[in-house]
T-cell receptor
Framework: DTEVTQTPKHLVMGMTNKKSLKCEQHMGHRAMYWYKQKAKKPPELMFVYSYEKLSINESVPSRFSPECPNSSLLNLHLHALQPEDSALYLC??????????????FGPGTRLTVL | RKEVEQDPGPFNVPEGATVAFNCTYSNSASQSFFWYRQDCRKEPKLLMSVYSSGNEDGRFTAQLNRASQYISLLIRDSKLSDSATYLCVVKNAGKLIFGQGTTLQVKP
């Protein structure tokens, strides 16, 4: 079952709120990813976790804070976001995060609106 | 220059047509290559991996030319349901690098 789930589907938050996005996969994958996608643009990588350790941070502002509690779960904590952070946030997973030829599978995303 | 370049289209074709998308990449050290499909307001879904020997999956054929750093996707006998954005994706050092996507609209 190539399924990655994400909650919530939609989120509206104010600039002073704190919220979290959640992602889960049960495929035994050891690499998990957060992407941000704006309308009519391709996904942009934010973070990579490999074997539950943060391996890539694409210079993302500290108002985004990732967390990987275990190999199946990935969270993205949001605090003091700006309206320009409104986007579709996609989680993905792959067998591992190395240079091997394995594909990434995406969750349905959380559509975030910051007011 | 973008690391992965695609013609954004849109490509408007009638049902049953054959359509080809092209993509070039700049980093010769890129390790693996994919085509993803993304429907409006949905997540990208893997369409197929692309191998040096070329590969086919039903109506879809993907080719890779490492010497020219060029990837292609051919769709035969287009269906209305093929309407989507097709993303050329290159993997480098564990990271996926996406092209801007090519929009396909198949009309009855």
């Amino acid at each position: 079952d190539t399924e990655v789930t994400q909650t919530p589907k939609h989120l509206v938050m104010g600039m002073t709120n704190k919220k979290s996005l959640k992602c889960e996969q049960h495929m035994g994958h050891r690499a998990m990813y957060w992407y941000k996608q704006k309308a009519k643009k391709p996904p942009e990588l934010m973070f990579v976790y490999s074997y539950e350790k943060l391996s890539i941070n694409e210079s993302v502002p500290s108002r985004f804070s990732p967390e990987c509690p275990n190999s199946s779960l990935l969270n993205l904590h949001l605090h003091a976001l700006q309206p320009e952070d409104s986007a579709l946030y996609l989680c993905a997973s792959s067998q591992d995060g190395g240079i091997s030829y394995n594909e990434q599978f995406f969750g349905p995303g959380t559509r975030l609106t910051v007011l | 220059r973008k690391e992965v370049e695609q013609d954004p289209g849109p490509f408007n074709v009638p049902e049953g047509a054959t359509v080809a998308f092209n993509c070039t990449y700049s980093n010769s050290a890129s390790q693996s290559f994919f085509w993803y499909r993304q429907d409006c307001r949905k997540e990208p879904k893997l369409l197929m991996s692309v191998y040096s020997s070329g590969n086919e999956d039903g109506r879809f054929t993907a080719q890779l030319n490492r010497a020219s750093q060029y990837i292609s996707l051919l769709i035969r006998d287009s269906k209305l349901s093929d309407s989507a954005t097709y993303l050329c994706v290159v993997k480098n050092a564990g990271k996926l690098i996406f092209g801007q996507g090519t929009t396909l609209q198949v009309k009855p």
